[in-house]
């Protein structure tokens, strides 16, 4: 092998040891670094128009909290086909029940709460994705919480934002709309609710 075989061996060897770094740098930096991107999707839910409805409705009603942190959850997310854009997403987030007020569970256990939100990959990061007005379980927070359960034995919020109320005002709802407002008013004048005091 003569030297301008090896010279070129060497650039070519370097060339790929380069890429390689690259491709690592991007990975870590960018491919794998969750950004401060919102993807808000749409979503279609049933609509409840009173407290006795959502009431009814629901397998089971709790006030709870969460210690996990966002990024700590199990992230579910659902492609059409391989590789292939979401069908639908959600986040498992473990609740430790504290009250039950309607439904077959104890108090002191832990359930798993669906919640519809999420991280999202893409080519510039991980971004979370969610449905509109929604916003996850934040850790330490108590919520009251109108749950259905589904046929793997999750239980999920109940018409997305309508089925979560920040009950310790650690989380303020600034996106209330008219039927929550009214739906809230409901919950605090029914004495099935009487533990609960804003």
């Known amino acids: 092998m003569g030297t301008l075989a090896i010279r070129k061996w060497y650039r070519v060897a370097a060339g790929v040891a380069i ?20 993807i808000v999707a749409p979503a279609l839910y049933l609509s409840y128009h009173s407290a006795e409805e959502l009431f ?14 966002f990024r700590d959850r199990e992230h579910m997310n659902s492609p059409l086909a391989s590789k292939g854009p979401l069908q639908d997403f959600y986040t498992v987030t473990t609740v430790n029940v504290d009250r039950v007020i309607k439904g077959q569970i104890s108090e002191n256990t832990e359930i798993r709460v669906g919640e519809p ?9 991980i971004s979370k994705i969610t449905r509109p007005n929604y916003k996850e379980l934040q850790k330490g927070s108590k919520y009251l919480l109108f749950l259905k359960k589904n046929d ?4 999920f919020v109940m018409s997305g934002n309508l089925g979560k109320y920040n009950i310790d005002r650690t989380d303020p709802d600034k996106e209330m709309n008219e039927t929550k407002q009214r ?16």
């Open 19 to 38: 890429a390689i770094l690259c491709a690592m740098i991007y990975y870590t930096t960018v491919y794998s670094a969750v950004n401060e991107k919102v």
């Open 56 to 69: 009814q409705e629901a397998d089971l009603i709790v006030i709870g909290s969460t210690e996990q942190a």
């Open 117 to 125: 939100v999420s991280y999202s990959q893409g080519l510039d990061g």
């Open 152 to 155: 793997k034995g999750c239980y």
């Open 183 to 198: 739906i809230l008013g409901e919950i605090l004048k029914d004495s099935r609710f009487a533990i609960i005091h804003l």
